[in-house]
């Protein structure tokens, strides 16, 4: 994550001219962006599956058949059956809402700790940025994954816990890229205009800051989102997240392993959906960085 | 003297803080672990006897300070659910995991750079574009999920390697290669093609220098100008990439062991955390934190030994 950030660092000096009301010079070179679009439709596409699962999977995701305990994949079953009959496309279908609902959740979690923060650290800075990035380097120190496992340890297992815990582990990821665009946002002229016209610090970072500082938190947030992905798969795979019987992606995997001699099959389109997605949220979030990188240091305030 | 200071202050301190976090969750968490070892039906004095015992009756910190007296000198408490000395079986767990991580480690290392080189010698190549294929899905795929398909494939359809287990290195070689190589190719997959992408964009960069270009007017081979002229200045990127994965990697074994069935730290974690085994959750976090915090300091001393320029004062 380092290089990308370095990427930043520099900051085109744009000519720039009046603002007008068309479309900002970054949603635009953003659309120029063939893999972030096409990856931007891959995701739109998992979201109205997720949102339609319940009318468009073959049975309900608890539905047992006991006819057809196990069987790999056919006509009736396009992804076959596990170890109680119930049909594996039908379980992947509703999983897709659970897994992306719990990223979201873990994204959430980061943001409502991670951005106010950041902006607190990177506007006030002093004493509050001191202390404040120091417990942030501490957190980042640890395992993330370890980390988060005690942190379910303590909250108890179970989906959203495990999310919290999630959300809790990778806010500082956040943190840092909220108080570093913060304190290049705090040198511009436009900031010391607006104290000298006398706005409040509050106005100030609620107005002008924080709107300067979105693209690059919307490049970071969907890389955690693929993050807290892969973590929801680890801690349901774990049996510390999602609760049996309600299936996520994750969960599934663990079905599958459980069942790894009977029912082979059930182990590769879980995994392969986890995997694309990330990708997708990945390509989302190059897609926006390279989008920003040529147009960087421009205020829309 | 700056970078003793460091090691002296600043590692210490950063492991007082994490572990006091994860001490002080510990605490708030739900539930009175007196109560709960006092048993059923306990009588209000039989568990503040116990809570004295565990000293839960007094001020958190003077109870995360009495705990960090005790563990720097080796002594983490009994486990709840094992009734063992906690040091002794994050001990007995630890040559697992160091094996696994090692031989990941290895692994990542080896490909990374061999990888990473031969695509950038070549770019543009199908070479060069299958490493950025297998990167990308390094990145994007769960580990664990990779474990499940290597034993799909190695161990259930070939039949090659055991699915899972573990046999210590003191009782043959052989076997104890066998049990961890599904599980270092699981672990080093992500660490390698990470490597592998660093290592590319570094050596490409570097290819096209000057004294690069001198010496192939001399007429060194692309073999000899690799080995002699461009490994030595992908070293800073590898030893970045390797610093900061180092923690993912003890992450990894987490999930990595639970599949291969791997008796180490990681699946002691994951256990004691469904038991709710305190001590050693805190025990595991803490050695897991310490044995990062120290590599990403050793890996911080290791810039200047690669490239003089960035040794002392000319880091911020």
């Given amino acids: 994550m380092s290089a990308p950030e370095k990427e930043r660092e520099h900051t085109a000096p744009a000519a720039e001219g009046a603002p007008t009301r068309e479309r900002s010079p970054v949603l635009q070179r953003f659309l120029d962006e063939r893999a972030a679009l096409v990856a931007l439709g891959f995701l739109a596409v998992l979201v109205l599956v997720a949102l339609l699962a319940p009318w468009i999977a073959p049975s309900p995701p608890q539905a047992m058949n006991l006819d057809a305990v196990s069987s790999p994949p056919s006509a009736a079953h396009w992804l076959g059956t596990d170890e109680l009959g119930r049909d594996l496309l039908s379980r992947f279908l509703y999983g897709a809402r659970t897994s992306l609902l719990a990223a979201l959740q873990a994204v959430v979690v980061a943001l409502v700790i991670g951005l106010p923060l950041g902006l607190l650290a990177g506007y006030a800075g002093g004493f509050a940025d001191t202390v404040l990035s120091r417990v942030n380097d501490a957190v980042m120190a640890a395992p993330a994954l370890v980390l988060a496992v005690a942190v379910v340890a303590v909250l108890g297992p179970g989906l959203s816990n495990a999310m919290l815990a999630i959300g809790i582990v990778f806010a500082p990821s956040l943190f840092r890229i909220v108080r570093g665009a913060t304190l290049q946002v705090r040198g511009e002229t436009y900031i010391e205009a607006s104290r000298a016209i006398g706005c409040t610090p509050s106005r100030i970072v609620t107005r002008h800051v924080l709107l300067n500082i979105v693209p690059p938190v919307i490049a970071q947030v969907t890389i955690l989102a693929g993050v807290s992905m892969l973590a929801e798969a680890s801690l349901s795979f774990l049996g510390l997240g999602v609760r049996p019987p309600e299936p996520s992606w994750g969960s599934l995997l663990r079905d599958a392993f459980d069942n790894l001699y009977t029912a082979p099959y059930l182990v590769y389109a879980p995994g392969i959906a986890i995997g694309l997605t990330v990708l997708a949220l990945s390509q989302v979030g190059d897609g926006v960085r390279s989008a920003l990188s040529a147009g960087r240091g421009r205020s829309r305030t | ?316």
């Avoid at chain 2, 600043?10 to 976090?21: C, E, I, T």
């Avoid at chain 2, 190549?125 to 034993?151: E, T």
């Avoid at chain 2, 970045?240 to 791997?262: H, N, S, Y």
């Fill in chain 2, 1 to 316: 003297m700056r970078t003793l200071w460091r090691f002296v202050v600043a590692v210490p301190v950063l492991f007082v803080v994490v572990s006091f976090g994860v001490f002080g969750l510990v605490a708030l968490a739900p539930g009175d672990p007196a109560v709960e070892l006092a048993g059923q039906g306990a009588s209000e004095a039989a568990i503040a006897r116990v809570r004295e015992e565990l000293g839960l009756d007094q001020p958190l910190l003077v109870r995360y300070g009495d705990w960090l007296a005790h563990a720097v000198r080796g002594d983490l408490g009994t486990s709840i659910a094992r009734k063992q000395d906690v040091g002794e079986l994050l001990l007995s767990r630890l040559p697992a995991t160091l094996s696994l991580a090692a031989l990941a480690l290895l692994l990542a290392l080896v490909a990374g750079l061999v990888l990473g080189t031969l695509a950038a010698v070549r770019q543009g190549g199908v070479l060069d574009r299958a490493v950025s294929v297998f990167a990308a899905a390094g990145i994007a795929l769960p580990q664990f999920w990779v474990g499940l398909i290597l034993v799909v494939v190695f161990s259930l359809q070939l039949g090659w390697l055991p699915a899972t287990g573990y046999e210590p290195i003191g009782e043959g070689v052989g076997g104890w290669l066998t049990h961890l190589v599904l599980p270092a190719v699981a672990l080093a997959w992500l660490p390698a093609a990470e490597l592998a992408r660093h290592v590319r964009s570094a050596t490409a960069e570097v290819l096209d220098r000057d004294h690069v270009l001198t010496a192939r007017a001399k007429g060194l081979l692309t073999p000899q100008i690799v080995g002699r002229h461009v490994l030595r200045n992908a070293g800073i990127p590898v030893a970045t990439v390797l610093g900061t994965r180092i923690a993912q990697l003890l992450g990894g074994t987490v999930v990595v062991e639970t599949v291969f069935g791997i008796p180490g730290l990681g699946s002691l974690t994951v256990d004691s955390v469904l038991a709710r085994d305190m001590p050693v959750v805190l025990g595991a976090v803490a050695l897991a934190t310490g044995v990062v915090l120290v590599i990403n300091f050793l890996v911080d001393r290791s810039y200047g030994l690669i490239d003089p320029r960035t040794a002392e004062g000319a880091r911020a």
